[in-house]
């Protein structure tokens, strides 16, 4: 590719002229911008703090809350920027970064998602051998699994969509992703349709599939189980099961939604926002909301505070005290 086209610039052409909407939407994205980053930046807070949340399952969820900070970053901050801009445009090369990230985003989601099913299916199906099989340098490899594949294959993905040729420089979405690029291009080739079906299979369908074979062995066992270890297996399982399909509904509806050519202003907002914003505010939500150590931890947080100081005492003047007997006395005494 040739690298002028980098620099290339590229019309936004989702967002409208500025004016009431758009103030409108800038005011409620950087609200929720704002809440998801002090949500998820409090959590990591709160795991790195207390030595009762230093365990694998708190440090896949520090992971994912890091990665949420990453897709918020990666889309919000410009799209703020465009909607109070009156001709918002993006570089050629600024989008492609973005897809990466983007891409980055959801399949590194995904894959810690899986990595955490596979936690609770040892820790619920096997408690016993739970600390000789998840040790921390099995939680390493895993963590590095779940980011090495994803951004190595995306960033591929991207590569190859860099070299196809640009015929169309008008981008219709809020924020770039691979089908935007590759629909401003000349022609398509069969080598990315393929890629593009191996990532699908890579990312998306292998850790669909190992969390739903987690989850039917965790069952199998909870159905043969008493009805205390039944709670507590579903009180284990609950908050990873919210936001994964929490976050795989919101995917594939993004998907979708990608693949129309003529969205509204509106339409492309709550595209947007569901995406980069509602799964990382939904995250720490939904852990704290659901997960007792995690309310342990902040209500001891709230509790350490050191207390308010209260008014200044005046200053007291010490005033010495004569000790030696009155005139008066010495008299009568004689």
Request: net charge positive.
């Amino acid at each position: 590719m040739n690298q002028s086209f980098l620099y290339t610039a590229l019309s936004l052409t989702a967002y409208s002229p500025p004016g009431l909407l758009n103030y409108v939407f800038f005011v409620l994205c950087l609200l929720l911008y704002v809440l998801t980053l002090c949500a998820n930046v409090l959590l990591i807070a709160l795991i790195l703090s207390d030595p009762n949340l230093l365990k694998p399952m708190y440090t896949f969820l520090l992971h994912l809350a890091l990665n949420g900070i990453v897709g918020s970053c990666a889309v919000c901050p410009k799209v703020m920027q465009s909607l109070l801009s009156r001709d918002p445009f993006m570089s050629y090369g600024g989008c492609l970064l973005q897809v990466l990230f983007v891409n980055v985003y959801g399949s590194c989601a995904y894959a810690i998602l899986a990595v955490m099913a596979y936690d609770r299916y040892i820790s619920i199906c096997k408690p016993l051998q739970y600390h000789t099989i998840i040790t921390p340098g099995r939680v390493r490899v895993l963590l590095a699994a779940a980011y090495l594949f994803p951004v190595g294959l995306t960033a591929v993905q991207v590569y190859l969509t860099s070299q196809l040729p640009l015929c169309r420089f008008a981008v219709n979405k809020m924020f770039c992703d691979n089908l935007v690029v590759v629909k401003l291009a000349c022609f398509r080739r069969d080598l990315d349709n393929v890629y593009g079906l191996f990532i699908v299979c890579s990312l998306v369908l292998f850790p669909l599939v190992c969390v739903l074979l987690s989850y039917m062995q965790i069952l199998s066992v909870s159905w043969r189980a008493s009805k205390a270890s039944q709670r507590k297996a579903l009180s284990t399982c609950a908050p990873h099961l919210i936001i994964f399909i929490n976050f795989s509904t919101i995917i594939f509806y993004s998907v979708l939604y990608n693949r129309r050519d003529s969205v509204s202003v509106l339409g492309n907002f709550l595209n947007s926002t569901l995406f980069a914003l509602l799964p990382p505010l939904f995250h720490p939500l939904v852990y704290g909301l659901r997960t007792k150590e995690i309310q342990r931890s902040i209500q001891k947080l709230l509790l350490a505070a050191p207390p308010r100081p209260g008014p200044a005492l005046p200053h007291l003047r010490v005033v010495p005290v004569d000790r030696s007997p009155h005139p008066a006395s010495r008299r009568l005494g004689s």
